[in-house]
């Protein structure tokens, strides 16, 4: 269980990384073209994340009820829990911000409009907010504060 545990987090570690070169690249592009191809990579990270995180809370709490040192009501795990929780919240934020900027794409937007919400600083600090957030679990599975 625990295995599996590890490789959805891993699923959700691999969608990260992706969505952080497009979001680097993103803020490169020069052309409604370029942002076009650079999206069509986007529905591989949604499958991974949402798989992930989905896969993640289902058996870490499997995990949690299973194995005898461990209880659902034990601090790290509300901690990690409620982390979860903000990762998804801010995750999905993340990811209307950039729907939302591939349909204008796709509907032949505004090319400088498009650009310069790619360049706008709202999509990659909320990015930046959401693997930070994974860190933070990250660091709450390793240490188990309190336990």
């Known amino acids: ?9 891993f ?9 952080s070169v497009m979001v680097y690249s993103g803020r490169r ?6 942002t076009r191809m650079l999206f069509r990579i986007g529905p591989i990270g949604g499958i991974l994340i949402g798989a992930g995180i989905g896969l993640v809370f289902l058996f ?3 995990l949690a009820f299973s194995d005898d040192r461990f209880d659902i009501w034990d601090g790290w795990i509300i ?3 409620i982390l979860w929780a903000a990762f998804a919240a801010v995750g999905q934020r993340t990811g209307k911000y950039y729907t939302d900027l591939q349909k204008l794409t796709e509907q032949d937007g505004n090319e400088a409009e498009v650009l310069a919400r790619l360049r706008a600083p709202t999509g990659a600090l909320l990015h930046l907010a959401t693997v ?12 188990k ?3």
């Open 1 to 9: 269980m625990l295995a599996f545990h590890l490789l959805a987090a």
């Open 11 to 19: 699923s959700i570690a691999s969608a990260l990384v992706l969505f």
């Open 29 to 34: 592009m020069t052309t409604l073209e370029e």
């Open 60 to 62: 870490g709490v499997i």
């Open 79 to 81: 901690a990690g829990i």
């Open 132 to 143: 930070g957030l994974f860190v933070l679990i990250l660091l709450d599975m390793i240490f």
């Open 145 to 147: 504060p309190g336990a």
